[in-house]
């Protein structure tokens, strides 16, 4: 079963503006992260944040963690095109590496 | 370039075939993933490996067979093929402990099974 969700399940912007996800999980977490996934492609890890943490940056990169809430939220500041992509999160739930993913969101940065 | 490696890319296999899906990293990681990718449902883990020789069961296991002979392979069999396991499969490999610091991922196998 899915451990995190995604909302919203789709995002359109103008390039230039700030997107942001949020993702919801129902267990306790060790760590979440968030991955990118373009068209036809791989995933690629984003940002990793520990239950301990509640803020983190990379780039143009902003996560959040609000554990008492069980949430998570992701911030993409002056999107791109390149930007256009799925996001995922992911959890840790028990330390041993295995991650639950989302659904997902999907961008789309219009120019 | 260090990474993960997923071959085929593609294939098409009818009803009742078998196939085996090679995954090969680079990294030295000791953790391998298997996953499934299904519209509107994110990624599902079928199979992992903790470490050569070891595997252990994820999620969705059924119909599908796992083996890690060496550190660098991970192996997915479809012994008997059936149309609800057409999807894209991903494989991916992680560190584990204090190094961990999520998963790299392959480009992933598009297996349409009719």
């Known amino acids: 079963s899915q451990q995190g969700e995604e909302d919203p399940q789709a995002l359109s912007i103008q390039e230039g503006e700030n997107a942001t996800m949020n993702c919801s999980y129902k267990?306790?977490?060790?760590?979440l992260q968030w991955y990118r996934q373009n068209s036809g492609r791989g995933l690629v890890h984003l940002i990793l944040?520990?239950?301990?943490?509640r803020e983190k940056h990379s780039g143009r990169l902003r996560v959040t963690l609000d554990t008492s809430k069980k949430s998570s939220s992701l911030l993409i500041t002056a999107s791109r095109a390149a930007d256009t992509a799925s996001y995922f999160c992911?959890?840790?739930?028990?330390?041993?590496?295995?991650?639950?993913f989302g659904a997902g969101t999907t961008v789309t940065v219009r120019a | 370039n260090a990474g993960v490696t997923q071959t085929p890319k593609f294939r098409v296999l009818k009803t009742g075939q078998s196939m085996t899906l090679l995954c090969a990293q680079d990294?030295?990681?000791?953790?391998m993933y298997w996953y499934r990718q299904d519209p509107g449902m994110g990624l599902r883990l079928i199979h992992y490996?903790?470490?050569?020789?070891?595997?252990a069961k994820g999620e969705v296991p059924d119909g599908y067979n796992v083996s890690r002979l060496k550190k660098q392979n991970f192996l997915l069999g479809l012994e008997s093929a059936a149309p609800s396991q057409t999807s894209v499969y991903f494989c991916?490999?992680?560190?584990?402990?204090?190094?961990?610091?999520?998963?790299?991922f392959g480009s992933g196998t598009r297996l349409t099974v009719v």
């Open positions: 991916a490999s992680s560190s584990a402990g204090a190094g961990f610091y999520g998963y790299t």
């Open positions: 267990t306790s977490i060790n760590n």
């Open positions: 944040i520990r239950s301990n943490e």
């Open positions: 992911a959890t840790d739930r028990t330390n041993d590496y295995k991650l639950s």
């Open positions: 990294m030295n990681h000791e953790y």
């Open positions: 490996s903790v470490g050569e020789g070891t595997t």
